[in-house]
């Protein structure tokens, strides 16, 4: 039988344990980041298109 948490034993020592899992943080970090911006972008269109729509007259 494996003995607990065996995969994330450091098996370099603690310094390179923390630094691979800050690394991970790290990049889990910016994925989330990256996807707000785009949400961001998205929305920052989207009312840019409403306010284009509302300033000019139409047949609505």
């Known amino acids: 039988m ?3 948490f065996a995969c994330c034993a450091p098996a ?4 390179s344990f923390r630094r ?3 690394e991970r943080k790290l990049r889990m970090l910016t994925f989330w980041r990256e996807g707000l911006e785009r949400q961001l972008a998205a ?3 989207t009312i840019s298109t ?3 729509q509302m300033d000019t007259p139409g047949d609505a």
Not at 12 to 15: K, V, Y
């Open 2 to 4: 494996f003995p607990p």
């Open 12 to 15: 370099d020592g603690p310094e």
């Open 20 to 22: 691979r899992h800050q």
């Open 43 to 45: 929305l920052d269109a």
């Open 50 to 52: 409403l306010r284009r």
